[in-house]
């Protein structure tokens, strides 16, 4: 008989929701909490009274207004939002959640926010959940041990209706990250650099577990923005093991259990981690000591590159299709094969969106601004730079540190909460042939405005970007 | 969902890998509360220019491609944004069915939901078919029922695909329905999920 393998992190939390395998191989999987917004959504429950099913479970279900929401003004509410659709698709969202008795927070209050930021910091998002919401970067919520992905619309009204999915299980893929990053290189620069390694593609049909000392060392916000970009890797979902860190994180959390509940919910949390004898279907180890500050060149997350380099040459490609779409994406970007990326001016700067603007993501761009102001520097001439916090707690907490007066007082803009210019659905977005130095997730063709030229980085490399006007490397402002 | 079972009909060429959702529909679209009538938005950046003029070059607007079927299209279609707007947009342009190497798993995922086929063949058979679809005019067919691709040449290319899938695409079958007779099965995992996270009631 051969041995009974050990079970890897998403095997356990798979095992621990098979609510029925069905003969043609499809698993009904439980959802243990379901995170909605206002763009893919309203489908899904006009879909639900065409066919006069309720809501199953409104108390594990949670809304949150943010993709298409103003970044200014959110104290006049819904109603004086200027752009018409928006409009109707947030009142449609507050009439929806009202019928069906789900928890909304709505435009203006201070626990709204981008749903990714928000779920994390209510301690709705907990260890061996299965999580899911209509919006891709749902990966984000691994960070805490749970399995949570992106659906589309037709899966939000399964899971509205029956709390479950029918599934098919993933393969199992490791991401290993050893050693110890130099000053100015962190989990977004982690990130940018395994899927400029495995491609856009690389994950498809995976789930990767993040592991090693190097993952043990990141903050929770650190580990949320390396799950977040999983998907950027095509990856289905990413997952850490919780550890005390977690714990901590989640602990007095609104969501979070209380007195001698919480005891018993952490002994159930530390059952969800990979066995020794667990075995991956595909294991890729990355040595982060190695790494310089990583940004993006092209128009695919894959187009990774460190900020000392130049860009590259699309006739260096292995393969006919590659060297067509870096032709493609130099033209696009308006960058001339060779030349040394710091040398590309920028013209905007975004540091937000649910990969990077949580209170740490802040706090490490403001070192950047303090050092900067240090040596009586501002924002360079023809920057324009801002700054939105994930959510109305972060702006909050922000504020009472002091930072908004730090990114203020050096000449950016410090807006209020949600998606933003990540995606461009508010008013906020590039000019065609603008250059913009980004914290957010994709520097996808037209992502941030139609012709506008996206960069991926930190949040601390966005910053010094914003000072020398042009891309920079944040060792410079350390 | 609507059925597929066959289709026969002209195939654009779209040579290029990674075309995310983005591209398939851009966000100006996605402020609907309708699945209906996103045609408007399908390729939007590739179809029309800055002035919202026809670009004559781009494959959708030849008239050699007008009334396209089926695309085919790089390697990994559909990544990024889990917006279900890309395969509504594409059905309400009438495509039926996308063929490529390898598609993203939410892209994937929303065109089952829908009745819009993704086929998956090898690069090499994906080339072969742009290939033949060049110069337009053509008429390609997809069986799904014998599984197989057959190009205006007759060369056919089989390919596989889950056997659930397959079935509830050939009956447009209804997920949330098929799942609701696991009703009590779901009442039961409810009670036991109780018992496993006795801390939310104690």
Redesign the interface.
Known sequence: MPPIMGKTLYDKIWD?HV??N?A???T?L?IDLHLIHE??S??AF?GLRA?H?PV?RPDLTLAVAD??IPTEGQGLGVDAVA?E??R??LQ?LARNVKANGIEFFPMGDVRNGIVHVVGPEQGRTQPGMTIVC???HTSTHGAFGALA???????V??VF????L?Q?KAKNMRVTFVGTPVPGVGAKDFALAMIGEIG??GG??SVIEYAGPAIEALSMEGRMTLCNLS?EG?A?AGVIAPDDKTFAYIQGKPGA?KG???G??VD?WKTFFSDPDARFDREITIDVSKLDPTLTWGT?P?DTMPVTGRVPDPNSFATE??R??AH?ALEYMGLTAGQPIAEAMVQRVFIGSCTNSRIEDLRQAAVVVKGALDKGLKVAAGVRAMVVPGSGLVKDQAEAEGLDALFTEAGFEWREPGCSMC???NPDKLE?GERCASTSN?N????QG??GRTHLMSPAMAAAAAFAGRIADVREFL | MQKFDQLTGPAAPLPMANIDTDQIIPKQFLKTVEREGLAKGLFYDFRFDFDGKEKPDFVLNRPAYKGAKILIAGDNFGCGSSREHAPWALMDFGVRCVISSSFADIFNNNCYQNGLLPVVLKPDEVHALMGEAKGGNHVFSVDLESQTVTAPSGQTFRFEIDAARKEKMLKGLDAIGETLEHASAIDRFEEKRRMTRAWETA
Request: charged fraction near 25%.
């Open positions: 621990a609510v029925a069905e043609n191989g499809e009904v439980y763009v893919t309203p489908q006009a066919n099913r199953r993709h298409n752009d659709e928006a109707i698709q449609t209509g919006d891709s992905h992106g659906i589309g619309t037709s899966e009204e399964h209706a029956t709390q479950t029918r098919n856009t593609g498809t049909g998907i095509g289905k259990p001698a509940a919480w018993m919910a159930y695919s894959e299709d590659k067509a779409s493609r995606l461009g659905m065609p994709r996808f063709e037209g992502r139609r012709g």
